[in-house]
Structures are given as structure tokens and as C-alpha cells.
T-cell receptor, first 114, second 115 residues
Framework: AQKITQTQPGMFVQEKEAVTLDCTYDTSDPSYGLFWYKQPSSGEMIFLIYQGSYDQQNATEGRYSLNFQKARKSANLVISASQLGDSAMYFCAMREGTDYKLSFGAGTTVTVRA | GAGVSQTPSNKVTEKGKYVELRCDPISGHTALYWYRQSLGQGPEFLIYFQGTGAADDSGLPNDRFFAVRPEGSVSTLKIQRTERGDSAVYLC?????????????FGNGTRLTVT
């Protein structure tokens, strides 16, 4: 079964606007971590933000914030004040407490328009 | 400091040939991972090393794939009798700990093309 689901294959956003990227996950482990990565066309995978299952507050990192809804098993990434350099593929990933590897979703392509 | 280094960045080989892909992790990182990424898809786990030993090789697709990390640092992914379906970007990543919140740091990948 798919552990991470990203239903939006592609999105367009106007420069300076905010965009929300959806991510739902599936696990029965009470202890898990959720990660978001950015992959520009150059191919490098850049770690953006982390949310732990026991964290009481939503994670934030600069213009990135994570809308964590534990009961709904969703961990949506919000990018505020989009910039042209934000155009990239974005991946949601999960590590379950008993594991060490990350399981990735299929990704969402974001294109920022000037 | 230096990030994860992968060589070569591109490799073109003929069907049936043997290839080796190299990964040099961040200094001091004990955990090393190999992933494979097909075009337009998310990375798929292949194998994980903790130190010198392969702690989990459940993602290797078949016995043509093998990876080593003899001294607990550099790792080599080896593919025998390559097939066109092996064409993908092979990503290596390392992390400093096995903690739940420890992110993977990725290299730029090796793009393998099997003709």
C-alpha cells in the first residue's frame, strides 16, 4: 500500500502568492516523522522541513510551514510569498519509528509565474 | 563542508554490461542509503547501510544489483547484466544518526542510461 500520497501532479502559482501542497500518509506506528524535500530541475534533493508525530506545534522554516493534521493523516506544505526560484518538484516523505529509511510520495511540480 | 558526492554524474552503457556507481557520503555520517528515481517519480529505496553492513537491502529489485561499503565510508552500487529498465537516476544519501528527525542528505545522483 502507498504510504505517502501526493494527489497534485502539477500546480501553477503567481509570484508572491502562497501555495499549499497536499500530502497524506498511512501508518499504524504512533511514532513517525514527516519530511518535505525540494528537487529543482538540476536534480539535487534539498531538505526543507520536518514534523514529528508528537510535535505539538506545526513546523515552520522561513517561508515554509507545515499544516499538520494528525487525525486526518495529512501534512501539507505551505510556501508563502512564492518566488521564481521555488519552481521545482516537491516531495513529501515519511520515516516510521521502527524504520530508518524514508518513503517518498510521487511528488508535485510547482511552477511559479512572474 | 562537503556534501554527498556521486560519480559519475552520467553513465551510458550498453545492455548486458556491468556498471559501478560510487557514493562518497558526508564525513562522519554512519548511515548511507541508495535510492532509484525514475522520470517524474519519487525516489524508491534500494538499500541502507549502517557502518559497513547492509542493514536493509529489501529494495534491491533482483540479484543483478549489489552494493558494498567496505570501510564504512564510500559505497559502490554494482549492477550486472544491465537492462534498459535499469535506466534511472541513482541517488545516494547519508545521515548523521538513525534518529526519527534526522534528514537524509542527498547527492546529485548518477543518471544511468542503458542503450
Amino acid at each position: 500500500a502507498q504510504k505517502i500520497t501526493q494527489t497534485q501532479p502539477g500546480m501553477f502559482v503567481q509570484e508572491k502568492e502562497a501555495v499549499t501542497l497536499d500530502c497524506t500518509y498511512d501508518t499504524s506506528d504512533p511514532s513517525y516523522g514527516l519530511f518535505w524535500y525540494k528537487q529543482p530541475s538540476s536534480g539535487e534533493m534539498i531538505f526543507l522541513i520536518y514534523q514529528g508525530s508528537y510535535d505539538q506545534q506545526n513546523a515552520t522554516e522561513g517561508r515554509y510551514s507545515l499544516n499538520f493534521q494528525k487525525a486526518r493523516k495529512s501534512a501539507n506544505l505551505v510556501i508563502s510569498a512564492s518566488q521564481l526560484g521555488d519552481s521545482a518538484m516537491y516531495f513529501c516523505a515519511m520515516r516510521e519509528g521502527t524504520d530508518y529509511k524514508l518513503s517518498f510520495g510521487a511528488g508535485t511540480t510547482v511552477t511559479v509565474r512572474a | 563542508g562537503a556534501g554527498v558526492s556521486q560519480t559519475p554524474s552520467n553513465k551510458v552503457t550498453e545492455k548486458g554490461k556491468y556498471v559501478e556507481l560510487r557514493c562518497d557520503p558526508i564525513s562522519g555520517h554512519t548511515a548511507l542509503y541508495w535510492y532509484r528515481q525514475s522520470l517524474g517519480q519519487g525516489p524508491e529505496f534500494l538499500i541502507y547501510f549502517q557502518g559497513t553492513g547492509a542493514a536493509d537491502d529489501s529494495g534491491l529489485p533482483n540479484d543483478r544489483f549489489f552494493a558494498v561499503r567496505p570501510e564504512g565510508s564510500v559505497s559502490t552500487l554494482k549492477i550486472q547484466r544491465t537492462e534498459r529498465g535499469d535506466s534511472a537516476v541513482y541517488l545516494c544519501a547519508s545521515s548523521s544518526t538513525q534518529g526519527l528527525n534526522s534528514p537524509l542528505h542527498f547527492g546529485n545522483g548518477t543518471r544511468l542510461t542503458v542503450t
